[in-house]
């Protein structure tokens, strides 16, 4: 089955250091991948994706994802933690092929940013 | 209007009573997705409408959920005899290409 693997609920970053969420795919064929974030009570918020090319993708707010083939991983990271990226932040997959452009979600990952 | 636009932001019904919930896509999107994303969840996909085409209902949990899209204008998911498991936030999204999608606030909806 298609699935999108966020392994840890909660990530705990100090502010000015710099912070990873982590996310891990398990899907057929090249998938475009995305993060989202969502602060409370809000929709969520498009951050960045990977279709093709460079690995490394930029995106708002300073974030960017670094995409492993190999390791079918698409972490998110960002080289200075502000308190303000205290969210929630999701890694989502759309396979090429079938489910007509589905996207697949992670759970979620809770990112608090301390002073 | 800009973005995606759901209606109403909250919801409150009561167990066994049927709602109805609108999403307005942004003009020219031919893409909309529904999903629900329960308290502390990740998003549950439900169903995904593509243009014309037949939409991929695979992701409605049960026959008590529906939805409906006229052409590439407004969708309604319809709930019916609701429970309280369905308490949710229900969230829409529309999309014109494979890469991009955007999502709308979403619907809150509380079954007592």
């Known amino acids: 089955a298609q699935s999108v693997a966020q392994p840890e609920d909660q990530v705990n970053v100090a502010e000015g250091n710099p912070l990873t969420v982590k996310c891990t795919y398990s899907v057929s064929g090249n998938p475009y991948l995305f993060w989202y974030v969502q602060y409370p009570n809000r929709g969520l918020q498009f951050l960045l994706k990977y279709i093709t090319g460079d690995n490394l993708v930029k995106g708002s707010y300073g974030f960017e994802a670094e995409f492993n083939k190999s390791q079918t991983s698409f972490h998110l990271k960002k080289p200075s933690a502000l308190v303000s990226d205290s969210a929630l932040y999701f890694c989502a997959v759309r396979p090429q092929t079938g489910s007509q452009g589905n996207l697949i979600f992670g759970k979620g990952t809770k990112l608090s940013v301390k002073p | 209007g800009a973005g995606v636009s759901q209606s109403p932001s909250n919801k409150v019904t009561e167990k066994g009573k049927d709602v109805e919930l609108r999403c307005d896509p942004i003009s020219g999107h031919t893409a909309l997705y529904w999903y629900r994303q329960r308290l502390g969840q990740g998003l549950e996909f439900l169903i995904y409408?593509?243009?014309?085409?037949?939409?991929?209902k695979s992701g409605l949990p049960s026959d008590r959920f529906s939805a409906e899209r006229t052409g590439e204008s407004v969708s309604t998911l319809t709930i019916q005899r609701t429970q309280q498991e369905d308490s949710a936030v229900y969230l829409c999204a529309s999309g014109d290409n494979p890469y991009g999608y955007t999502f709308g606030s979403g619907t809150r909806l509380t079954v007592v």
């Open positions: 409408f593509q243009g014309n085409s037949a939409p991929d």
